[in-house]
Structures are given as structure tokens and as C-alpha cells.
């Protein structure tokens, strides 16, 4: 049985000081056995995150890192920097960081790579745009950014990862994808999984479903045979998030 994974994804939201407020009002609603729970937050409020968060079930996240281990980077987060504060989870190549930042599916990889080295989980994103599920090729695109995010990852260290499925059209739009969209995306990851490493890992990965995601449509989506959990924006920085952790009680 794969466990549950929800993660906030909190973008580019609260300062540090709010961080902490925000997760000591979260914190007694957050917990859940069953649940694996993530706060990504900005790299500004990760050491304050981290110490907010401690002696809960809450795990801290990144939303971003790079690739090369340090040097001339400026502005950028290398991953034993991460390590180093204890921080086990990052977001690789939500669709903004995609769209505003120019990630590639090649720079998606590299990322990815280089998290799994230094222990870290990614939770990495895929998602197609609305035209792309309009002219009925989402099912193709998603396979060919998952081929290439996993490009010379091991089946062992896949095993260990998360996708997160994230329809572009469906993020902080409040348009939800049905359940059977995401069910069906989720199983075809899943699918494609198999064919790059075998049942086993297939078995073992967890996909998370995000787009709107709120307190009213997680209980439904997150019993889907493949949905095993979410991330959430918009809803992770309220009260909400509980019920949305505690989607099973
Ligand atoms: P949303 O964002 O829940 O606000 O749609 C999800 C995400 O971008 O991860």
C-alpha cells in the first residue's frame, strides 16, 4: 500500500515571520497517520519553517533548486544548501517555474538527478495546457516530459519519487479537473513508469493529483486507484488544508 502524500505548495507567499504563524495555526490540523505531510515554501523561510515545524509531522519542502552543486550561480539554491537545514522534499519544474523561468524538460532532469544524489525527494511536475488537452495529445505529452525527467534515473531511485500531475488549466483557476481526468493521466504515468522500470517501481511511485485542489474535491479525487495525494496551492495557506490532509476522517 503506498502511503498518502499532500503537500502545500505555497509559491511565492507569507514572509518568514508570517511562515511561522501560518504554521503554528496549521499545525493541530494537520495531522494524519495515514498522511505524509509537505510545506514547500519560499528558500527565504526554510530555516524558520524548519524550526516552526519541529516536533510535528509537518516536513518541509523546497519549491525550487539547482543543478550544480555550487559557484557562479547567482540567486540560485544548491542542494546541499537544502541538506543542510534538513529540508527532505523539492518541487522540480512546477509548470510557473516552467512558464516564467524557462525550465525545460532537459533542465527538469538535470534537477531531478541531482536531488535523488543528495537524498532529497523531488515532487516533480508535469501538466499539459488547455489547447494541448483540447487537440487530445495530453496523454503523449505527459509521457514525453516523464521519458525525459527520468532520463539515467535508476529504478531504485524512482521508486522513491513523486510526480505530481498538474493540468496547467487547472491551477489556481479554481477549475478542477474531474476526477475521472485525473485518474485517467495518473494511471497512464503510473503505465508509463512500468514501461521505463518495471511493475515494482510502477507499484511503489507515488502521483499526486494538483490543480484547485480544495477541502470539497480532495476526498473524492484522493481514493483514486492511482491519486495518491495531492498538492495544493491556493488551499494550503488556509484553514482548509486540514480538512484537506484529514480528507479520509
Ligand atoms: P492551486 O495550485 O491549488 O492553487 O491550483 C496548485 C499548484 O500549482 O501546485
Known sequence: MRKKIIAGNWKMNKTPSETVKLIEELKPLVKNDDVDVVFCVPAISL??????????????????????????????????????????????????????????????????????????TPIICCGESLTQREQGITI?????????????????????????????????????????????????????IGELYGEATAEAIRIQYGGSVTAASAPELFVQPDIDGGLVGGASLKPDFGKIVNYNK
Open 47 to 120: 530555516t524558520t519553517a524548519m524550526e516552526a515545524a519541529k516536533g510535528s509531522n509537518i516536513c518541509i519542502g523546497a519549491e525550487n533548486m539547482f543543478y550544480e552543486e555550487s559557484g557562479a550561480y547567482t540567486g540560485e539554491i544548491a542542494p546541499n544548501m537544502l541538506t543542510d537545514i534538513g529540508v527532505k522534499y523539492v518541487i522540480i519544474g512546477h509548470s510557473e517555474r516552467r512558464e516564467y523561468f524557462a525550465e525545460s524538460d532537459v533542465t527538469v532532469n538535470k534537477k531531478v538527478l541531482k536531488a535523488l544524489e543528495h537524498g532529497i
Open 140 to 192: 503523449d505529452w505527459i509521457r514525453q516530459q516523464i521519458k525525459i525527467a527520468f532520463l539515467n534515473v535508476t529504478a531504485e531511485q524512482a521508486a522513491t519519487t513523486v510526480i505530481a500531475y498538474e493540468p496547467i488549466w487547472a491551477i489556481g483557476t479554481g477549475k478542477v479537473a474531474t476526477t475521472e481526468q485525473a485518474q485517467e493521466v495518473c494511471a497512464a504515468i503510473r503505465e508509463c
